[in-house]
């Protein structure tokens, strides 16, 4: 294919001109439709990795406020004599006011509210405790402590995450459908532009595997073109999205990021653009070319 | 080499163009095809380069009946076979060398080969100063001596012109003949079409002519041109 002459002028003719431009928009897509989802999945799994092995104990406010009760400390030595406990530290006042002030806003937080106190409990390495046994040590030491080892919200994320690759992995598969579409009737559309040079071709002796291989030709380089552009405006988009904040580190969030893996997926878009174009055109012609009589 | 019998052949629901054909080109042969306008001249060669199939009748070429022949075996029977089309019909983004180098190419040639061939024989045709040329660029004349060597490049073993000589003058046209003739030596069978009589009359060799779509050979009468080798060519037809 290296040294085939190009005998049509399939980059000349309108019908092929625009192919690489809805290549673009289609890889565009499918580029932003990835990013998306694997930004998703590694979040999912960082949020995993930084919740397993981990515990909350919430104490909840006693009904006569008052500062210090005490139940703190019973809770804080009951968690440090456990075993399986590598750290236990109350969380930061300051900090807790600072997670709640963006739904209550400042002047809901007067000192006066009551909030739950919260324990953050780190676990050793594939240690495991007894929830319920460790509730109930805890309840019979304070009254009005809950365990909290995330685990539903947790498989809630997980869930979540698994639900956004199905749709993304099923939105890139129509845009790969959509895409083999187009360039299923453009290619027709350029077999009947050049009917009379393939016609020739064939009176001449011409294989309609020699025919195919024009288009194929023409249709890698669309395609592989087409797909270039629509990755490095993907990745411009993504990088004006990252420089517009929404990567940085808001509270809660993880930041979103990709995987070298994960970027090396992006890369071979435009290749893979080529490669679907090449067979495309290839199948395509070598159909039509059967059924000429 | 070429045998006709019964074949008909017509466009669509319309009358038949050529009715009844039968008769029989030797191999090494070489014959004029000759008849008005509209007779069927171009439409005969078509049938000969398996660009139409008969609409009756049973047409045998190379020793095999064309319409049996398996569609993948088509190219390799193709390619045996040389045309020059009355409107050249070259690639007009290809340069002359291009154009000429493609029968060898399809038949997967060597590019040393080609390049070697093809050159050569532009030389000889007296294009050696337009290897690279794209045909647009070209004269009248010019083209038409692209299209022809683009037809004997590969040494076919039939080859059949559609009014080859017909936009060149008298002296042009004589040259162009005798490249035929030299191909014909060489053993190709040769067929080609003409309205120009009197240059037909100039060769020794004999006419088919077609009318009213049935053909009848005719020998040529005329010797006007005596020289030896064209006697010698004309005696094998
Ligand atoms: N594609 C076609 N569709 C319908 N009729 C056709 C077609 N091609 C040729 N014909 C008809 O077939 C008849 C023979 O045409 P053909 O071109 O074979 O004649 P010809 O002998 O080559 O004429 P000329 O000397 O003018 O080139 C004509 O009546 C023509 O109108
Ligand atoms: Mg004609």
């Known amino acids: ?293 | 080499m070429v045998r006709f019998e019964n074949v008909g052949l017509r466009y669509g629901l319309g009358p038949e163009v050529l009715r009844d054909l039968t008769f029989e080109l030797e191999s090494g042969a070489f014959h004029f095809l000759v008849g008005p306008s509209g007779a069927g001249k171009s439409s005969l060669l078509q049938l000969l380069y398996l660009a139409r199939r008969p609409t009756r009748g049973l047409i045998t070429l190379f020793d095999r009946a064309v319409l049996k022949v398996p569609r993948r075996e088509l190219p390799a029977l193709r390619q045996r076979i040389g045309v020059v089309f009355q409107d050249f019909r070259l690639f007009d983004h290809l340069s002359a060398f291009d154009n000429v180098a493609l029968p060898l190419r399809l038949k997967g040639a060597k590019e040393t080969e080609i390049r070697k061939h093809v050159s050569e024989l532009l030389t000889w045709v007296e294009l050696g100063d337009h290897l690279d040329a794209l045909p647009p660029t070209l004269s009248g004349g010019q083209k038409q001596r692209v299209a022809i060597a683009r037809a004997v490049i590969a040494r076919p073993r039939l080859l059949l012109a559609d009014e080859p000589t017909g936009n060149v003058d008298d002296r042009i046209a004589m040259r162009l003949l005798h490249l035929f003739v030299e191909l014909h030596k060489m053993g190709t069978t040769v067929v080609i079409a003409t309205h120009n009589l009197e240059l037909v009359s100039r060769f020794r060799y004999p006419e088919l002519r077609l009318e009213n779509g049935e053909i009848k050979q005719v020998r040529a009468s005329a010797q006007r041109d005596a020289r030896p080798g064209i006697e010698a060519a004309a005696g094998r037809g």
């Open chain 1, 1 to 293: 294919m290296a040294g085939h002459i190009r005998v049509l002028p399939l980059d000349r003719d309108d019908s092929r001109r625009y192919l690489p431009w809805i290549v673009a928009v289609m890889v565009y897509l499918a580029a932003m439709t990835l990013a998306g989802a694997m930004a998703t999945a590694s979040m999912a799994s960082r949020w995993q990795t930084g919740l397993t092995g981990a515990l909350t104990v919430q104490l909840q406010p006693a009904a006569e406020t008052q500062a210090n009760d005490g139940r703190m400390e019973a809770v804080l030595s009951i968690l440090r004599a456990d075993a399986a406990v590598a750290s236990a530290e109350p969380v930061d006042e300051e900090k807790m006011l600072g997670f709640i002030q963006p739904w209550l806003g400042r002047d809901g937080l007067t000192l006066d509210l009551p909030l739950p106190r919260l324990v953050d409990v780190r676990l050793h390495d594939r240690a495991s405790v007894d929830l319920v046994d460790l509730a109930a040590r805890l309840e019979a030491a304070a009254p009005g402590t809950s365990v909290d080892d995330h685990a539903r919200w947790l498989t809630g994320i997980l869930k979540l995450a698994r639900v956004i690759r199905f749709i993304a992995f099923g939105t890139v598969a129509l845009i790969a459908a959509a895409a083999i579409t187009v360039l299923v009737f453009a290619t027709r559309a350029a077999l009947a532009v050049h009917k009379d040079g393939i016609a020739l071709l064939h009176i001449m002796g011409a294989r309609n595997r020699f025919i195919a291989r024009e288009f194929q030709v023409a249709a890698l380089a669309q395609g592989f073109r087409g797909g270039l552009i629509g990755l490095l405006t993907a990745l411009a988009t993504l990088v004006a999205l990252g420089g517009a904040g929404l990567n940085t580190d808001i509270g809660i969030l993880p930041q979103v990021t990709l995987t070298t893996l994960q970027w090396l997926v992006l890369a071979a878009l435009p290749p893979a653009a080529g490669a679907v174009a090449l067979i495309t055109a290839r199948l395509t012609v070598l159909s039509v070319l059967a059924r000429l009589a």
